[in-house]
């Protein structure tokens, strides 16, 4: 039989930013404690949460735990017993530790002989008990950013415990959390239903707190909100602007979300619209509204968490808070006019941005030069653009606009950069530097901007790793993984001739040129940084780890090369004969090479059979199309070439003893011939990192 679960967690306003992850961790932990358990589910867990309550349920649950089988093996038979066939101080002692004779003991076959073996079955208890037990650690255990204790309690939590709801087939779980016992009673909305009400399950809950003003789905209030959004701006013949993450914030706010439009002066819309936008979303969580065109107007949208009584009175108290922010937001702007952005330069002077590392003026001049540095190599025709946008990419920094709103970091520096009147390109890569600024964020569109942006994030890693900060297992304070990741995506993206070695090398000859460091060390530190941040970014791709250090093991410099050659091999995979035979041929000859010296050439002169001149020759007739192959990034074609040389190296190592004794000419020559052989292989991948 199968019972139903609704655990509910009543708190104090939980932060909207906390809401999701721990909803997450919640149900991934309750299914590892229920595994752990023994406790069958042939239902989904499910988890749902508002801004004063975190449910969990779980439609089937087994009402008794599985029976736990114990398996134990014991010593050898011919150990247990003596000749006679008593048994043994061994025998004894096994049959006491699991409180049995040595009669109830049983004897188990195994290849190595036969072995005294107990199995026992203990009876699995009824889930209620085991929930009791497990629901109270499950609610500890769950993870915050920030938790707090209250009272005298010495539990923590992210907010203070009200109340708790735990039913398992309608009845209540006794459980007590923070000297609050678990109940069969639930709260409505705070301020429009706040009365206790008795539920027996979570169908009766979901509906009693929706007529109550809850709406325990998440998704469900995100789509009313979005609803509700469209028809408010609707009647201004206009749209909100859709905001995914303003959109996931506000929903977490609210229990019973309701919209009303408001207005502003329409004089703020001489402020750039990045500020208007920032400073109804940031501060105030409003939504923005443009219109067919997609020019802003002097509307916003704002969420509230009740049915106002006065919709006007409501409109109002939104409409004289956000006045005061745009006040505010415009007088930053008009002082910060009266100054070009490319003046500001100096005040980084005054601004530190590391102790060690110096100020922030001093890493615009680093990163300046090492974008100047990209530039000839990949743009020699933008080096000067990506030398004036480096320049500037961090001088609305110095702004009032920034100091008062960061998040507009880079989009005002694009902002006031066009005021100024430079290049569009230019502008646009003040902004794009900072781009990803996450995971799966989108790249920077133009050069320029990619050019300074990995300029930038590697003096940041080299100057960290310099001053021996580089992250660790359990902390990275500067986001240097972050940093690598995005510079390596921006690498594979645009696929320049740039050599990772050169680059990491040059910004590591600039920032030495201010602070002391191991120059050597911190070259090959940053590279091997870099090269597991690639590994680990190719395997979350999905390619096998085998395949990935096979190709990077031979290949990590030019990182635009190194995803084709791996989705090419990896489609070589596919062709398991193919690539089980090349595999066996390059494992054939990196055995024979190890430990040996390398050699000055193939000398045909000294060939004693028939084999060695025709694998040379067989080498010789796919070595410059595989050459050409790799150069054009054809890896399929050149493994497919590589596949051919399996027959001629099985018989050359049939008809020679390779290192012979009786000639040492002789045998470095065959040495040198599989070196070469080797060389070639390598140009595609190091077959020797596969397992298989």
């Given at each position: 039989m199968a019972a139903e679960l609704l655990l509910e967690i009543g708190t104090e306003e939980i932060p909207s930013g906390y809401l999701d992850d721990a909803l997450d961790a919640m149900r991934s932990l309750a299914g590892a404690f229920f595994k752990e358990n023994r406790i069958e589910s042939s239902g989904d867990l499910r988890v749902f949460g508002t801004p004063r309550r975190m449910v969990l349920t779980a439609a089937a649950l087994e009402e008794k735990q599985e029976d736990a089988v114990q398996e134990v093996t014991g010593p050898p038979k011919k150990a247990a017993f003596d000749p006679e066939g008593n048994p043994t101080k061994a025998a004894l002692g096994f049959a006491a530790k699991h409180g049995l004779s040595v009669d109830q003991l049983q004897i188990l076959n195994t290849p190595k002989g036969e072995y005294l073996y107990v199995?026992?079955?203990?009876?699995?208890?009824?889930?209620?008990?085991?929930?009791?037990?497990?629901?109270?650690?499950?609610?500890?255990?769950?993870?915050?950013?920030?938790?707090?204790?209250?009272?005298?309690?010495?539990?923590?939590?992210?907010?203070?415990?009200?109340?708790?709801?735990?039913?398992?087939?309608?009845?209540?779980?006794?459980?007590?959390?923070?000297?609050?016992?678990?109940?069969?009673?639930?709260?409505?909305?705070?301020?429009?239903?706040?009365?206790?009400?008795?539920?027996?399950?979570?169908?009766?809950?979901?509906?009693?707190?929706?007529?109550?003003?809850?709406?325990?789905?998440?998704?469900?209030?995100?789509?009313?909100?979005?609803d509700a959004a469209k028809i408010a701006a609707e009647a201004l013949e206009a749209s909100p602007i859709t905001d995914p993450d303003l959109l996931a914030t506000v929903s977490n706010m609210v229990e019973y979300p309701s919209v009303i439009c408001g207005s502003f002066d329409p004089a703020y819309l001489a402020i750039p619209s990045p500020v208007l936008i920032s400073a109804m979303k940031k501060h105030q969580k409003y939504f923005a509204v443009q219109d067919g065109a997609g020019k802003l107007m002097p509307h916003f949208i704002a969420v509230n968490n009740t049915i106002a009584r006065s919709e006007e009175v409501v409109r109002k108290g939104h409409e004289r808070v956000l006045r005061a922010r745009l006040s505010d937001a415009s007088f930053f702007f008009q002082e910060d006019r009266k100054k070009p952005l490319e003046a500001r330069l100096d005040d980084l002077k005054g601004v530190i941005y590391q102790a060690q590392l110096g100020t922030s003026y001093a890493k615009v001049q680093r990163f300046s030069r090492l974008s100047e540095f990209l530039a000839r190599q990949s743009a020699p025709d933008k080096t000067d653009q990506v030398k004036l946008a480096a320049g500037l990419s961090k001088c609305d920094l110095v702004t009032g606009m920034v100091t008062e709103f960061p998040d507009l970091q880079g989009i005002m520096g694009t902002e006031y950069a066009r005021l100024d009147g430079h290049p569009e390109d230019v502008c646009l890569a003040i902004r794009e530097h900072y781009l990803p600024t996450r995971a799966g964020e989108e790249l920077p569109s133009t050069e320029i901007g990619a050019l300074v942006g990995i300029a930038d994030r590697m003096d940041t890693i080299v100057g960290f790793f310099a001053i021996g900060s580089e992250p660790t297992g359990a902390a990275d304070p500067f986001a240097l993984r972050r940093h690598a990741l995005a510079v390596l995506r921006i690498l594979e993206?645009?696929?320049?001739?740039?050599?990772?070695?050169?680059?990491?090398?040059?910004?590591?000859?600039?920032?030495?040129?201010?602070?002391?460091?191991?120059?050597?060390?911190?070259?090959?530190?940053?590279?091997?940084?870099?090269?597991?941040?690639?590994?680990?970014?190719?395997?979350?791709?999905?390619?096998?780890?085998?395949?990935?250090?096979?190709?990077?093991?031979?290949?990590?410099?030019?990182?635009?090369?190194?995803?084709?050659r791996c989705d090419q091999l990896q489609e070589f995979l596919k062709e398991f004969g193919e690539f089980e035979s090349l595999l066996r041929t390059f494992k054939r000859v990196t055995n024979i090479l190890k430990n040996q010296e390398p050699s000055s050439g193939v000398d045909p002169s000294l060939f004693r059979e028939p084999c060695e001149a025709a694998l040379l020759q067989a080498y010789q007739d796919v070595k410059g199309e595989i050459e050409a192959f790799t150069k054009e990034k054809r890896y399929a074609a050149a493994l497919n070439l590589m596949a051919g040389l399996r027959g001629p190296v099985d018989v050359f190592f049939e008809g020679v003893e390779i290192l012979t004794k009786e000639n040492e000419a002789v045998k470095n020559n065959r040495v040198a011939l599989l070196q070469e052989l080797s060389l070639l292989f390598l140009k595609v991948a190091d077959f020797s990192k596969f397992s298989v």
């Open positions: 199995r026992r079955t203990t009876p699995g208890r009824p889930t209620m008990e085991v929930l009791a037990e497990v629901l109270p650690k499950l609610i500890a255990d769950l993870p915050w950013p920030k938790s707090m204790r209250w009272g005298n309690q010495s539990f923590s939590f992210v907010r203070p415990i009200h109340w708790v709801v735990a039913l398992f087939g309608g009845k209540v779980i006794p459980i007590e959390i923070a000297g609050i016992a678990s109940g069969n009673t639930t709260r409505g909305h705070r301020f429009m239903a706040p009365e206790a009400v008795a539920v027996d399950g979570f169908r009766d809950f979901a509906e009693k707190l929706e007529a109550r003003y809850v709406l325990i789905d998440g998704a469900r209030r995100a789509e009313k909100i979005r993206e645009r696929d320049w001739d740039i050599s990772l070695t050169d680059f990491i090398t040059e910004s590591v000859a600039l920032l030495a040129e201010e602070i002391p460091c191991d120059r050597q060390r911190t070259v090959i530190r940053v590279k091997d940084f870099f090269r597991e941040r690639y590994k680990q970014m190719m395997l979350r791709s999905e390619y096998s780890s085998d395949l990935v250090e096979a190709v990077i093991s031979v290949e990590f410099d030019h990182i635009g090369h190194i995803r084709p």
